[in-house]
């Protein structure tokens, strides 16, 4: 069992409280500090809570302070593998402490050194075109290499980002809204699975919480505040992404989005950052040049046929049919080519519309 | 005097003979009719009665007992009509004439006309098998008939015709045999390859379908034409065999769908029932076992359109006859086996709106909805559609650029050398297509070389296909090599069946 300070075990017990608000859990802060036990605390807390809550959910409160919850709590913890990672612990990451609104305590599991690391955050909206999906993969395969992936759980860009890192063999941290127990989506539980064993999930909430439409938005403050940079994949105008740049603005990190055309919904929120002083990026290049990080490009060998290909798609996407009238060919002889380039990650299929992932420059295709 | 007349009663695609013995009895007048009738045959009675009255014979006024042999076969349908009445009146010696080895089918009318019977086909052939080689049969139907060799088939338009032909007053000239090729050659299809604009893809993929046996799924928004290449599948299947004719033509006599003016189904079927039937009418089913859709469209194409919105159980339920090529159906009344050879085709939408995917227009629902709508076609069925193609609509602009598209008869073409090169290859084994390839013969038959190993290990890591994928793009990637000319699979024949994949 981890050892865990005072005033860190009263922490622990006070935030399995979920009624209680942050900012009240803030206003005890000060109180938390110093006091050598829950019975303690609740002497000197008495006053404040009993005035902001009332006296029912007092009363509950009350009958919660012994000994033996905590241990009830902290045998649960210990049991699922969870290590609360409060204010107090030299492990909690000093980047986010600097943030406005720190959480009180990181529940995490897995690799807890990946708190330390340089991290950089890949994020998108679950309803993703299948380009944009390519397009962060695309990043995080290059990225990974040099930084902490961090994103979140969801269907779409998140869960696809953590896939490429974790193929890529790199280290990624998935921040979830609400507790361990309860993985939204469901069906991604295989995935936090997977996370758990080669990386870090993080959530503010202890295990048992569901996650609840709110804590979305309040989580994304986690992923911008843990990272150096934010790079949005895609997103609407209203999406859940606009809350990771705004906090990305707030804390004053490095804020990256990737253009779309006009008149696709999918990416009119990463214009609209664009806009509003977000760093345009096309390629993952780019990153790394904003952050000095030197790479050497590998270079894959094309064949005629998929340069050939390659430079047909330069002009935007196409649909096979196209292509085939354009350069002369089959269909059958088309799409084997087509399948490599997919392989190898330079064009994405949405339907039989083919079109580019990668930033590719003239003199690639000659 | 005791009367035995002969004919047929079914009992799936297999005709059981039943003797019809007839007695005319002293004793207060009734017409009683014992040996497991089913309610047709017991109110065949009537019929009978009033035929034979306005036919200008007479029904004694006696006591008139009909058995109905072997007693523990249950009988049903009205083909036994014909046979009752012809054993009445040679009872009550109304007729004169020999009745051995003539079958007699056919239901009455009250005025003494012959009216068409279902399962005419499969009767005569089995009663060939038997040793009958004799047949008085109503007109409408003879037709069916005309196909088969060794029946010597007489058509009769009434009671009347049957007694003048029996009696030797007026005999009625048998039916000429017809020549099945003569029929074959000029096959009109609505539908054509050619009429299909743009979807190469598409096409592409319904000729490896095709050539290789594959079943095939097409994915893609309403309104792109799904429907209309599935159309398009029977228009291009090799044409069908005489003895394929015979077995599909069986199957739809039994239902009475064959047309009176061919008499033989000579083009493949194409079957699509709505997503709301009942696993019963596909499967086949009820209290006298009738065949399914699945067996209606044996030797042809069975399509289930918006495949998802079919009944779970309904599509879990093709699962063993996609697989064996046959169904056998159980029912408390006994057990029959029905072909069930198919090629599948379905088509879906990529999620319940349909626009999925679409660069321009925006899908509205959760993933959980899509999730959903595709567990509804589970894993183990999927894993029986070995090629899964997505319809897009082409732009109208882009149509008119499109050179005038291939027909259907070349592609057939095509197709009916690659089926020969199976033929030859799996000529020990005991399959037809590469589609109906097991494990044993993808290893024997489908050997990769390193270079195609790599290419298929990089295609999974990439592109996540699932382990359940491998052996169908492995037998697709055989059947494009085949349509190459090709004796080896090559990595391009890998990849382009990978490009066929969606889930």
Redesign the interface.
Known sequence: MIKYSNAELVLIWLDSFVGLEYKHKLALFDNLKNCTGIKDFLQKSKDYISSTIGEKEYSTILASANQEYLTFLLENLDKKGIIAVTQFSKDYPKRLMETEIPPLILYAKGNLELLDSECFAIVGSRKSLPSSIAIAKDYAKTLCSHFTIVTGIAEGVDSAVIEQTLFSEGRVISVNAGGFDNVYPKRNQALFDKVVEKGLVLSEYPPETFAQPFMFPVRNRIIAGLSKGVLIANGEIKSGTRYTAEYGFEYGKDVFAIPYGVGVASGAGCNDLIKRGANLTDSPKDILDFYSVKETPEREELSPEEKQVLSALLDGEKHVEKLCLQLKKQTFEILPVLSVLEIKGYVVKSGNVYGLCRKITEEQCN | MIAKANTYTLIGLSGIPVSVEVDVNNGLPAFEIVGLADTAVKEAKERVRSAIKNSGKVMPTKRITANLAPADVKKEGSALDLALAVGLLKSSAQLVCDLEGVIFLGELSLDGSLRRINGVLPIIISAIEQGYKKFVLPKDNALEASFVSGATVYPAQSLNEVVEHLSGIKPISPLELRDYSSLTQNIVYDSDMSLVK????A??ALEIAVAGGHNVLFV?APGTGKTMLAKCLPTIMPDMTFEEALETTKIHSVCGYVKDTDGILYTRPFRSPHHTASTVSITGGGTHVKPGEISLAHNGVLFLDEMPEYNRATLEALRQPLEDGVITVSRASGTVTYPANVMLCGSMN?CPCGNL????K??TCT??QI?KYKSKISGPLLDRIDIQV???S?KYS?LT??QSAETSQTIRARVNKVRAIQRERFKDEKILTNSAMGERQIIKYCKLSQECES?LK??Y????LSPRARSRVIKVART?ADM?GSADIR???V??A??YRKY
């Not at chain 2, 743009?198 to 893809?201: C, H, T």
Request: aromatic share 0%; hydrophobic share 35%.
């Open positions: 743009g979807q190469a893809v096409k592409r893609g990529p995917g679409s660069p321009d925006v899908c993933p959980a999730t997505e319809v897009d082409v882009e650029e499109v290419v990089s295609a890591e990439r592109l996540h494009i190459a990595p391009e024949h990849l382009e990978v490009s």
